[in-house]
Every structure is written in structure tokens, then in C-alpha cells.
């Protein structure tokens, strides 16, 4: 595996931050989530893939805005879900 950072990461000058602590797409539904991610092309929240809808990953493959970081307090990482890369921040 390479050290090499991707370009979707790399191209991230300044991280977007959750508006809200919520999913807006359960929310919509009346869903439920496990985790939560932030867009970081549009700064949508949506939950994670051990959430029932997974939301943040359909999002990336509908859209191809590529990165996120964890919305969870304490949480300091970022995700592409093109290239499958974490980096730590």
C-alpha cells in the first residue's frame, strides 16, 4: 500500500465542518444512524455504512464528492471513498 495521499484529499484546502449532529436524509425518513460523516464538497452530514441507509457513501458514488470526514466529536479523519484512503488530521 502507498504513503502517497490522494489527489481528492489533497485538493481539500479547508475542512467543512457538521452544521448539525443529525443524518438530514433520516431525517427526512425518519431514519436512524450510527455514525456521521461530512461532505466535504458540499458540507451535507449523512450517516455512515454501519448506519441502515448509508448515506454518506451513496452520496459520494451519486455525486462523486469523493471525500468526508467523521462528524463524531473526537473523531480527526478524513475518507475518500474513490481511492479507499484515511488520513488522519
Known amino acids: 500500500m502507498s504513503n502517497r ?3 481528492h484529499i489533497q485538493a481539500i ?8 449532529h443529525v ?3 433520516c431525517i427526512k425518513v425518519g431514519g436512524r444512524w450510527v ?3 461530512t461532505c466535504q464538497t458540499c458540507g451535507v ?3 455512515c455504512d454501519s448506519s441502515p ?3 454518506a457513501s451513496k452520496h459520494a458514488y ?3 464528492h469523493a471525500v468526508v470526514i467523521s462528524a463524531e466529536p473526537g473523531e480527526r479523519w478524513l475518507w475518500c471513498y474513490a481511492d ?3 488520513v488522519d488530521y
Open 23 to 25: 443524518c438530514e436524509e
Open 13 to 20: 484546502e479547508e475542512l467543512k465542518q457538521p452544521k448539525e
Open 53 to 55: 441507509a448509508q448515506h
Open 35 to 37: 455514525h456521521l460523516r
Open 5 to 7: 495521499i490522494c489527489k
Open 84 to 86: 479507499e484512503q484515511m
Open 45 to 47: 452530514t449523512l450517516c
Open 62 to 64: 451519486e455525486t462523486g
